[in-house]
């Protein structure tokens, strides 16, 4: 009996030490896969979807006549979309409109912007990457994975358009730590809009790109 005992003891230690190994041997496959899958790719937490905001002015000082858009109104090139003193504003591109000044029969100066636009093919998601966080591993080109926060966890498809040369911000921080300030860069990625037609300027994302 006391024989049995201790073979089926010894079977126990056996298998608790099969599974030991084996989870071990697991948890080692998954942190080298995540720490591979990691620093193959830069995740970039701030970013969002921008446009260069295109803004209608008129050359001289003029009463506000008429807006003849509205916020959401999509629009030609050389559309009139507004009327200031006996100048007509028109635009150059086509595009969404994005803001108007509303301010009938009020006096507007020179260069006052009366209707802001942008031009959706313009569209970018705009990263805002520290430059000690991979800012030296991203390249024009490379590819890009990025969630779109109004969609939840779809994975929408980019590829890396442009790295500002200088940083987005010039502000100078005045601290009594010895640690200097980290300076932030714009990365652009480029999607195709005719795929994903309801990403929208301001949207907020995030952002995984893949170095090569």
Do not use: C
Not at 46 to 62: C, R
Not at 64 to 93: F, M, P, S, W
Not at 140 to 153: L, W
């Amino acid at each position: 009996m006391e024989k049995e005992s201790f073979i089926k003891r010894l079977s126990k230690n056996k298998t608790a030490q099969l599974v030991t190994g084996t989870v071990f041997v697991l948890l080692v496959i998954l942190g080298t896969a995540y720490w591979k899958i990691n620093s193959s790719r830069v995740y970039i937490d701030k970013s969002d979807v921008q446009a260069p905001q295109i803004n209608l002015a008129p050359t001289a000082a003029g009463i506000v006549q008429h807006i003849l858009v509205n916020v959401g109104d999509r629009v030609d090139a050389n559309t009139v979309v507004a009327q200031v003193g006996n100048e007509l504003l028109k635009t150059q591109t086509a595009g969404i409109i994005v803001s108007t000044n509303n301010s009938i029969g009020t006096l507007a100066a020179p260069g006052q912007t009366i209707v802001s636009m942008i031009d959706p093919s313009r569209l970018r998601v705009i990263g805002h990457v520290d430059e000690d966080k991979g800012l030296s591993d991203i390249h024009i080109g490379e590819p890009a994975v990025f969630t779109i926060d109004a969609f939840g966890s779809k994975q929408f498809n980019g590829v890396v358009d442009e790295v500002s040369s200088t940083a987005r911000s010039t502000d100078v921080v005045f601290s009594i730590s010895d640690k200097r300030p980290t300076q932030v860069f714009d990365v652009k990625i480029r999607f195709d809009q005719s795929l994903y037609p309801d990403i929208k300027n301001g949207m907020s994302a995030r952002l995984w790109i893949y170095k090569q």
